[in-house]
Every structure is written in structure tokens, then in C-alpha cells.
């Protein structure tokens, strides 16, 4: 039986009527230790995607090279035949080498592969919204032209392969070249109530209509410490994590949030946030917190 949470609020997608919740989910901790191999628990796994979905959830991030396919096969096997109003958002340019790492693959015949290969994990005949995820220097981007990764992507797009296109990692000049190209429906760089070197890029994005998807919400490997941030939420009575995800929803009408967890307990919690109101005081106490860090 399905209980539906307010999850936020909802965004529509430029280009069509794709219409997301706010809150969704990201799918990475949903791979072994590293993103790499199976997960500890595929039971937990599986029940983290039905909860979600089940609640309301219809906007989950993956990518075929998270595991790598492991992240993509857990989804089909918990979710598949897919609700009709879910997007299943994945990624392309990057591939894991044996010793676990995370290379950049972008030639002509990696790209098409790995649309392919997404295809074929998630059991479905067109990917929903595809980003060109670029390497940079890792979690931040690098200038350079992606016209060559992007035109590949749009000749895939043009075949009825993916239906939108989005970046990753990318710098605004980046995103300006990219709009020659092709339409860009979102965007998912590093931010977070530490983390706010893109400000003014989500500013812009928000302007444009284009969705601004943060990755690392709650920092990634190493979970948001900050005292401002528990002071806050312990005068709320609410967690830090719910905070931090509070703060990003209130922050920006075009942000999309996908944190990720591999626990049903944390996913739960994380959804709250979307019933969190953030007084006026919290919000200047969390966004000094990104003021102090630049420093
Ligand atoms: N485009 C890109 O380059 C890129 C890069 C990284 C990630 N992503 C996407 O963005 C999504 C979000 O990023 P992320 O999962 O790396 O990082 P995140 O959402 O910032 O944080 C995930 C970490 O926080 C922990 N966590 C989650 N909820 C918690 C809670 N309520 N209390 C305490 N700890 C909690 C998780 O551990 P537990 O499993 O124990 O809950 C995990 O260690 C990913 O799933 C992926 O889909 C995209």
C-alpha cells in the first residue's frame, strides 16, 4: 500500500512535461564498500528502493559504472516493471579500472557502450535523462570543450535512445557550449551547505528552468560535521542530515535533492527533511557555515 509523503515539492524538467519530486533518492550507496561489487546486504538494498518508491520517491540517480552494473541490476531487480511516473536519471563518461578507480571514457565507442550497457542493466529501450559526467580533477571540473562527448550523446539522443541530456562536473562556460549542441535539462555538481562554490551557477541554472542536482548533499564518503550544523538541528529537534537537506530545498526552487543511503532508517530520515521548515535565524546560521569554510 502506497504512502505518500510530501517530498518537497515538484520540478518540471524543461523540454517537456517531466515532472520530479524534489526529494529523491541517489542509488550509489546502494554497491559494495568503494561503489564496487555487490552490496553487503542485497536484501537491505532492495527494500531501500521499494521504500522509497513506496513513499512516493519517483526521481532516483545512478549510473551503470556504480559497482560497476551492480547499482543498475539491484535497481531492475527491486523496481522493474518500472512505475510509470518514475525517472531513472544515469551517467556516462567515466569507467572503473581493476584496481577500482575512476577513469575518464568518452571516445565515441565508450559513450555508446556504456548508453548500451545502462540500457541493458535497467531493462528499459530509452534512459530516461543521461548526464555527460566529465572527470575534471574528480569531485571538481576542469575548462575544456565537451562538444565531442555531447554530439556523440545527441546523435544517441536523436536515435530515440535517451529522451534529455544533463552534465556533471561542469563549469558554466561548459554549460554555454553545451547549449549549442543540444538542450541541457540538469546539471549535478559538488554542493552543499559546506561546499557553495557553484552559488552563482545555481543562481543562473535557476533562471534558465534547468535543475540543479547537488552531489554529495550530506559530503559524500565523509557525512557534513559542523557544529553550526547540530546547533540547529538540536533546536529543531531534528537530525543534522535533515537539516542539511532542509537547507538545500529551501535554498533554490530548481534543486532536486538525491541523497544517497544503503539504510531504510536513514532513507526515512532523509526524507523528512522535506517537511522541515527552516526558520529565518537557521538559515543565517547555516549559510554562514559556507561563508567560514571559504575563508
Ligand atoms: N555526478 C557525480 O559525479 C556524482 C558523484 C557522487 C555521487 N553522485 C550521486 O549523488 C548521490 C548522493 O551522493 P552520495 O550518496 O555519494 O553522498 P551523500 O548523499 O552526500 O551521503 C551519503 C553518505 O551519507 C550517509 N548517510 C545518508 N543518510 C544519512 C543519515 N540520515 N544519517 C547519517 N548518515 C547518512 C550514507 O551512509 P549510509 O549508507 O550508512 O546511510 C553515506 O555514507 C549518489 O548516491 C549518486 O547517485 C553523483
Not at 529523491?24 to 518508491?53: H, T
Not at 560497476?68 to 569507467?95: D, S, W
Not at 529501450?125 to 559526467?133: E, F, T, W, Y
Request: hydrophobic share 40%.
Amino acid at each position: 500500500m502506497t504512502k505518500q509523503m510530501n517530498l518537497g515539492g515538484s520540478f518540471t524538467l524543461p523540454g517537456d512535461s517531466t515532472r520530479v519530486n524534489r526529494m529523491g533518492y541517489g542509488a550509489m550507496q546502494l554497491a559494495g564498500p568503494g561503489v564496487w561489487g555487490p552490496p553487503r546486504d542485497p536484501e537491505a538494498a532492495v527494500a531501500v528502493l521499494r521504500e522509497a518508491v513506496n513513499v512516493g520517491v519517483n526521481h532516483i540517480d545512478t549510473s551503470d559504472f556504480y559497482g560497476p552494473h551492480v547499482t543498475n541490476q539491484i535497481i531492475r531487480q527491486a523496481l522493474y516493471p518500472y512505475p510509470e511516473n518514475l525517472v531513472i536519471v544515469t551517467k556516462v563518461g567515466a569507467r572503473r579500472g581493476a584496481d577500482k578507480s575512476w577513469l575518464p571514457a568518452i571516445s565515441r565507442q565508450e559513450l555508446i557502450s556504456a548508453v548500451h550497457d545502462n540500457l541493458r542493466n535497467l531493462g528499459l529501450d530509452a534512459l530516461d535523462i543521461v548526464n555527460l559526467r566529465l572527470m575534471g580533477d574528480g569531485h571538481g571540473p576542469t575548462e575544456g570543450s565537451l562538444a565531442e562527448p555531447l554530439t556523440i550523446l545527441a546523435e544517441l539522443k536523436q536515435q530515440g535512445l535517451i529522451r534529455h541530456l544533463g552534465l556533471s562536473n561542469i563549469t558554466p562556460t561548459q554549460l554555454a557550449e553545451a547549449q549549442t549542441i543540444t538542450e541541457i535539462v540538469c546539471l549535478q555538481n559538488l554542493y552543499n551547505v559546506v561546499h557553495r562554490e557553484d552559488d552563482a551557477f545555481l543562481d543562473d541554472l535557476a533562471r534558465q528552468g534547468i535543475a540543479y542536482v547537488p552531489f554529495f548533499p550530506l559530503g559524500g564518503f565523509s557525512p557534513l560535521q559542523s557544529s553550526a550544523l547540530d546547533a540547529v538541528a538540536a533546536s529543531l529537534q531534528a537530525t543534522p542530515m535533515q537539516v542539511a537537506l532542509a537547507w538545500l530545498l529551501q535554498r533554490s526552487p530548481n534543486i532536486l535533492l538525491i541523497p544517497g543511503t544503503s539504510s531504510v532508517a536513514h532513507l526515512r530520515e532523509n526524507l523528512q527533511a522535506a517537511r522541515l521548515q527552516l526558520p529565518a535565524e537557521a538559515v543565517a546560521d547555516l549559510d554562514a557555515i559556507g561563508r567560514s569554510s571559504k575563508q
